[in-house]
């Protein structure tokens, strides 16, 4: 069982309080804390220990162990593992013993004319370190969205994976034919998104949206806009250090097919089998030279640029 029913039960916020003082970092992840214990969250335990049943085939050994001490990181492989088994047949065993060290998930996509390794690689944005760190969420207060600090854990997330990529790739576990995935949720950065994914903003070099209005209307409608470009984003370390942003735009990381991105943690994710992945934001990567195959855009809501245009051409979003 993923959750530990010797924790207690928490049927109020002073009790749970109560437990998370008892339970904490690093053994306990605090969310892991709050899920297993709070009293209304019996049926998504009940839901998160069915898919347990499920994925386990999947799993590293240290999966059940890290669970409760890395739950963000581990929620999220757990629900990509079993949208991928539902939604593109990923199978169980179909890593090697050399392979085990490479990246999360691997399967394999049949055409009528060969056969393709598909490789996904999962990470759970955390909200950083100081003075970078992403702000805590003030509810009931109005204050500005800290985008900089989310497009920096984003872009530090998308090239830490990249990294890796190039590792698999020196390794031979990853071959130059192979589509490759980064998988990122990004729930522990709490903010929402404004107006389009921040992916898209990382990915693609935009800065902000222009409006333009017509003055002498009565009610003021945008009659045209465009979005300026942002090429890098200053981080704050007291020697102004530059992250370039455009990761797609750069043809160098053409090894990367696409990338999925998820706001929602597992808890505020689709249940149903059918509806699982719904919440996928699917970037294709204009310049990859393995492109992920149409027949795989089977969900979520797939965003791709051709030419100087960004389009979202499917929406299956539960929203």
Known sequence: MLFDKN????????????????????????????????DDFKKERQWIEDMWMEY??????????EFKAHFSQRAWELYLGITLHKRWG????????????????????????SAQTVWIEAIAIEKGDAPNRVPEM?????ADLPEDQMLLRLL????????????YVEQD????????????NRSKLEHLDSQIPLILKCLFKLGWQILFTELKRPE???????????DQITKDNGSDTKISTGFFENPEHSGISAVIYVETDIINSPILLEEMGNNFIIVLNPHAKNPLPEELLTFGNIWRKEGDQIFLINAFSSK
């Open 7 to 38: 924790l207690g039960t928490a049927k109020n916020q002073s009790e749970l309080e109560e437990l998370l003082k008892k339970y904490v970092p690093p053994t306990y992840d605090p969310l892991y804390v709050c899920l297993a214990t709070r």
């Open 56 to 65: 386990r085939q999947f799993a590293d050994r240290n999966f059940a162990s």
């Open 90 to 113: 990923l199978q169980p065993g179909s890593k090697s013993k050399r392979e085990s060290a490479g990246p999360d998930f691997k399967t394999i996509h049949n055409t009528n004319k």
């Open 138 to 142: 003030v509810f009931n207060d109005v």
């Open 156 to 167: 530090s997330g998308v090239a830490d994976k990249y990294k890796r990529y190039c590792k």
């Open 173 to 184: 576990i990853v071959g130059t034919g192979d589509l490759y995935i980064i998988a990122i």
């Open 220 to 230: 003021l409608k945008a009659t045209e806009s465009f979005w300026t470009t942002r």
